[in-house]
Every structure is written in structure tokens, then in C-alpha cells.
């Protein structure tokens, strides 16, 4: 990949239950198509050199062994919310030859040390994961050579982080994107926004709003995440979607320079 590319690498494109939801028999959870196994959403991305997990969820160990890449050099957080967040423990093996940063809202870092103690003691036990939690705001920021843009959206009531790094765009969770933001959108080449299913729901764009969020930035390609089985069968779900508007599945790798 040459380094002014940027590739993004899918770890999880389900919701905060993952595809298949325990005890349903629909046709989706019992597909064979790996495609609609779907672990909760979370991606790393590459670009100038630095790889960037965005979302750290309680499938992160299964999902990085499995990635085509292993190396991490920060973390990027949306939220708190667990499916977010409850595999940060597992970032130790690389906090071992120098400290992990993690960039996400004061709020957030404040509540990490609460649900953390034990990374931020005073005194820290020998093998727990040495993390940096770096305050964000609204205000670009710099991961080495890459500068990130924090998008403020909402999630029903809480506010939260989508991030615009070089030509991507990634949103997850939101259910409100107002006008301000969309305009910092426009000019991406590569679009990744949650759409949970058909039917509406308080905190999550439907499949039609975030079709609408598309047509206003107008990216070259658009990919959904933070699915539900309620999209149906990838296999045909997908071929329902305008052209270059995807849904995204785990395991999946999009290079800008292919699109």
C-alpha cells in the first residue's frame, strides 16, 4: 500500500449483540454465508504509516488475531458504551514496549478510569496494560503524521465521536448527524456509517436515513456497519443497495486507491 492510500480493514460490523443473536433462529443467524456473522463493530485503519484501531469491543483479542495485521499505535473511542470499550484490556501486549495511547472525550477517559482502576493506580501491579488517555475535543488532532478530525453526532441523547481521517469517514452509533457536520463530510472518498436495520430505532440510524446521510456527502463509495440481522441476507441485502453503497462485513479490506 503506498502511503498516501489509506486502507481500512473491517474487525466487526454487527451491533452491540452481534449477528447471530443468541437464542434467534431467523434466516440470518442461521446462515452459513460468513457474511452475516457479525462481530460488534470496530476497524483499524491505515494510513502514513500508522495503523488506528477505532472501537475496542469485547471481541477485540478474536478479531486482531484474525485480521491480516496485528500492529496497533493507538486507539480512537466513539464512546463508552461496552460494546465499544470492553476489550481494552487486551491492548497490553502492546503497552509493553511503550505506553498506548487512547484519544476519546474527557467523558470518556473519565469513565475508563473508573471502569479501569487498575490501569491507572498509583502503583501499577507488574503485566496490567500501561494506557495514555489523551483528552479530545472538537478540535483536529495529530496520531503521528495523520491528523484526525473529530465529527460530533449523536447517539439518541448522547453525544458522541465519529472521526475524518485523510479521504474516510467513519460514524458509528449515530441516530443525528446535523447540517454543520454533514458539510465537514463532504469531499470523503470512502464513507463508513452505521445502519442497523429497517425498522426504526430511537438511537441508531435506519438503512433509509443513513441512504439520505450518503446522497448529502456524496462520497465515492459508502459502506454501512453497526448492523442488526434485521438488514436480511448480505447476499441479498446488499444487491439492493444503490451503486457504491455496500454493506461491510467482517474481514473486509477497502483500499481508497480502489475506489
Known sequence: MKKTALEI?????????GVPSIGCKCEV??????????LRASAVVRYKGKNILIDCGPDFRQQILRASSTEL??????????????????????????IFPIYARAEVNR????????????KLYPGVPRLELVDIDADAFMVGDVEVTPIPVMHDKLLINGYRIGPLAYITDCSFICEEEIEKLKGVTLLVIN????????????????????????????FFTHMC?????????DAQLPVGVHFAYDGLVVNTESL
Open 9 to 17: 480493514e473491517f474487525l466487526g460490523t454487527g451491533t452491540s449483540t
Open 29 to 38: 443467524c442461521c446462515s452459513n454465508d460468513p457474511r452475516d456473522n457479525r
Open 229 to 237: 440481522h434485521g438488514v436480511g441476507l448480505h447476499s441479498i441485502a
Open 73 to 98: 499505535d493507538a486507539l480512537l473511542l466513539t464512546h463508552i458504551h461496552y460494546d465499544h470499550v470492553a476489550g481494552i484490556d487486551d491492548l497490553r501486549p502492546y503497552s509493553f514496549k511503550q
Open 111 to 122: 469513565q475508563l478510569r473508573i471502569n479501569l482502576p487498575y490501569c491507572f493506580a498509583e
Open 195 to 222: 445502519a442497523l436495520r429497517h425498522k426504526p430505532h430511537h438511537s441508531h440510524m435506519t438503512i433509509e436515513q443513513s441512504l439520505e446521510v450518503v446522497k448529502k456527502i456524496k462520497p465515492k463509495a459508502a
